[in-house]
Nanobody, 126 residues
Framework: QVHLVESGGGSVQAGGSLKLSCVVS????????MAWFRQAPGKGREGVAA??????TYADSVKGRFTVSEDSAKNTLYLEMNNLKPEDTGIYYC?????????????????????WGQGTQVTVSS
C-alpha cells in the first residue's frame, strides 16, 4: 500500500508564494518517480513538475518560478511556488510511479503514475 498526502495549499495574492508538500507512506520505492499536477476549474489536469534521481522537469508555464525538490529521508516531495499568478489557481496533486525508468520519455504520463494524492487547493487572486 502506498499513500500520498499533499498539504500546504491556500489563498494568496498574485506575486505571493506557497510551498506544497507531499508525504509518501507505505512502500516508498527507492527508484520512484514523482510529479506534481494541477487542475484548474473547468480544465484538464496538466503536469507542472516532475522529479526523480535522473532529472527534474518543469512545464514551460512555471519555469523560473516553481522549484521541485525531495527530502528522501522524510519521503517528502516539495513544490516551492514563487511569483504566483491567477492562472496558477487549481487543485494540485502529487503522483508517483514505483519505477522511474518508465517515465523517461514523458515524465508526466498519467497512465504510468500508479499512485495519486487527494489534492490541495491553491487560489491566487489578482
Amino acid at each position: 500500500q502506498v499513500h500520498l498526502v499533499e498539504s500546504g495549499g491556500g489563498s494568496v495574492q498574485a506575486g505571493g508564494s506557497l510551498k506544497l508538500s507531499c508525504v509518501v507512506s507505505g512502500n516508498t520505492y527507492n527508484n520512484r518517480h514523482m510529479a506534481w499536477f494541477r487542475q484548474a476549474p473547468g480544465k484538464g489536469r496538466e503536469g507542472v513538475a516532475a522529479f526523480d534521481t535522473v532529472r527534474t522537469t518543469y512545464a514551460d508555464s512555471v519555469k523560473g518560478r516553481f522549484t521541485v525538490s525531495e527530502d528522501s529521508a522524510k519521503n517528502t516531495l516539495y513544490l516551492e511556488m514563487n511569483n504566483l499568478k491567477p492562472e496558477d489557481t487549481g487543485i494540485y496533486y502529487c503522483a508517483m510511479s514505483p519505477t522511474k525508468w518508465l517515465l523517461t520519455l514523458n515524465p508526466f504520463q498519467e497512465d504510468l503514475l500508479d499512485y495519486w494524492g487527494q489534492g490541495t487547493q491553491v487560489t491566487v487572486s489578482s
